[in-house]
């Protein structure tokens, strides 16, 4: 059965400090990836998408993650955090053989001043 | 601007009762889904529709009903016999077999007194 893991369920890092939130996919067939951002009491905003092309996708806020086929990941990075970053992100992946998106269990991600 | 409608924001119920939440889109999108949201659980796939008046359950559809009438609706009814209703409710859709990812309301939080 299709999985994606989110290594770490809590990523605490300091304001302009780099981030990298992972996430680990199990598909063996062609997937689309994405990312998602929650703020609280709020939905699932997208931040990036990998559906095919170059591996490394940019996306909103500064946001960008790379496709890594071998490692079967797609970890999603930022150069310099801000407090406003401070939120949950789920990454998911679907493949070709069904319609639903698997999501993985979260991270939250805590900026520090 | 198209986009995902949930409403009410805030739901208050007495045990027992049930309460019926409501998801609407103006996206054009066919399919659509519902979520549950407990806290450090990630999400949870209540019921999904591919289509007008077909729907499936996902993972965890008892004491959950739905209906998918219209294209743009998909309410979400949590009945009596569901034990534990607290929790956030996120409404999705998607398009093209949700190969672009989906779109998310923001969300119900009910509360179950």
């Known amino acids: 059965a299709q999985s994606v893991t989110q290594l770490d369920s809590q990523v605490p890092v300091f304001e302009e400090a780099p981030v990298e939130l992972r996430c680990n996919y199990s598909?063996?067939?062609?997937?689309?990836l994405f990312w998602y951002v929650q703020y609280p009491n709020q939905g699932l905003q997208l931040l990036l998408k990998?559906?095919?092309?170059?591996?490394l996708v940019k996306g909103i806020n500064g946001f960008e993650a790379e496709f890594n086929k071998s490692q079967t990941s797609f970890h999603l990075r930022k150069p310099s955090v801000h407090i406003s970053d401070t939120a949950e992100y789920f990454c998911?992946?679907?493949?070709?053989?069904?319609?639903?998106?698997?999501f993985g269990t979260g991270t939250r991600l805590q900026v520090f001043p | 601007d198209g986009g995902i409608t949930q409403s009410p924001k805030y739901l208050f119920r007495k045990e027992g009762q049930n309460v019926t939440l409501s998801c609407e889109q103006n996206?054009?999108?066919?399919?659509m889904y519902w979520y549950r949201q407990d806290p450090g659980q990630g999400l949870r796939l209540i019921y999904y529709?591919?289509?007008?008046?077909?729907?499936q359950k996902g993972d965890i559809a008892e004491g959950y009903s739905v209906s998918r009438e219209k294209k743009e609706s998909f309410p979400l009814t949590v009945t009596s016999a569901q034990k534990n209703p607290t929790a956030f409710y996120l409404c999705?859709?998607?398009?093209?077999?949700?190969?672009?990812?989906?779109?998310f309301g923001s969300g119900t939080r009910l509360t179950v007194v």
């Open positions: 598909s063996s067939v062609s997937v689309y």
């Open positions: 999705a859709s998607s398009t093209n077999r949700g190969v672009y990812g989906y779109t």
């Open positions: 990998y559906l095919s092309g170059s591996t």
């Open positions: 996206l054009n999108h066919d399919a």
């Open positions: 998911a992946e679907k493949s070709l053989n069904t319609d639903k998106l698997i």
């Open positions: 529709s591919q289509i007008v008046n077909d729907f």
